[in-house]
């Protein structure tokens, strides 16, 4: 198969209208779903290009049956910008970084780094957790963009999120396991949060979370897999926090390499991906 050159590909550098009432839904919620911000005739070429680098990039063999609870959720490929033009266009795209800003209100944001999830064939549960307990990022002016690539009905394993709890800040030093789902599902349940569920989503549809967000997935149900491209962002002047975990330790040498404590997140690996200014 011919690789897909960079050519050929849709800008994604024309503005989504977002509105305000999306921005105080996010602000409210912690999460938000946005339908359309790219277009499948956009996406298609964009699919292909993300494909051909999670399968040159993945190294899971293994039958289901023989991993444990986080590797049954998803194969998890991450920042395929750095190897690949065609993906980099998408992963730095004016577009969703400029949702990523209004969302936060932020004049300017960075990268901190992308995600590709494939949720295969009978897949297993994403089970509840934070994003931010592995960033070592301060504050919550981080937000993910979470994009399907393929039409995802609700059985292939689409979000949950649970409306409000980024309010609550850091919630514990859990990693995505089977001790995070029980502990958060009784979180959530003894405080009767509102769980909101993205349920169908098109190919380009989008949800937008901050990074102190419970959510998690259900497994995947169907013969198809779950293709979905995660860009994580965050306000340009965050800071690097000392790391309180090993995931936060391995987050910073791989994200924000030469990143110090309590100076701004800007290492090469975060370019500058929006400018209200430019």
Known sequence: ?????????PELSSPYALGAEQIADYGRDGHVLLRGIASAAEVAPYRRAIGEAVERRSTERR????RDTYARAFLQITNLWEGDEAVRRFVLA????????????????????DQALYKEPGGGHTPWHQDQYYWPLEGGN????????????????????ASGSHREGYLGRLEISDQSE???ARFVDERGIRLARAG???????TFHSGWTLHSAPGNSTDRAREVMTVIYFADGTHVIAPDNPHR????????????????????LNPLVYDAAS
Do not use: Q
Not at 200 to 206: H, L, N, Q, R, T
Not at 249 to 268: M, N, Q, R, T, Y
């Open 249 to 268: 330790e391995a987050d910073l040498a791989a994200w924000i390499p030469g990143g110090k404590i309590g100076h701004p997140a800007a290492s090469a």
């Open 200 to 206: 169908a989503m098109a190919a380009g549809d989008a």
């Open 1 to 9: 198969m011919t690789p897909v050159g960079p050519a050929s590909l």
């Open 182 to 184: 029980a502990y958060f």
């Open 63 to 66: 039958p289901l049956s023989e």
């Open 94 to 113: 004016r577009r969703f970084a400029g949702i990523a800003a209004g969302l936060m209100g932020v004049p300017r944001v960075r990268l901190y780094h």
């Open 142 to 161: 981080t937000v993910t963009m979470w994009m399907p690539l393929v039409d995802a009905s609700a059985e292939m394993g689409t979000m949950t999120f």
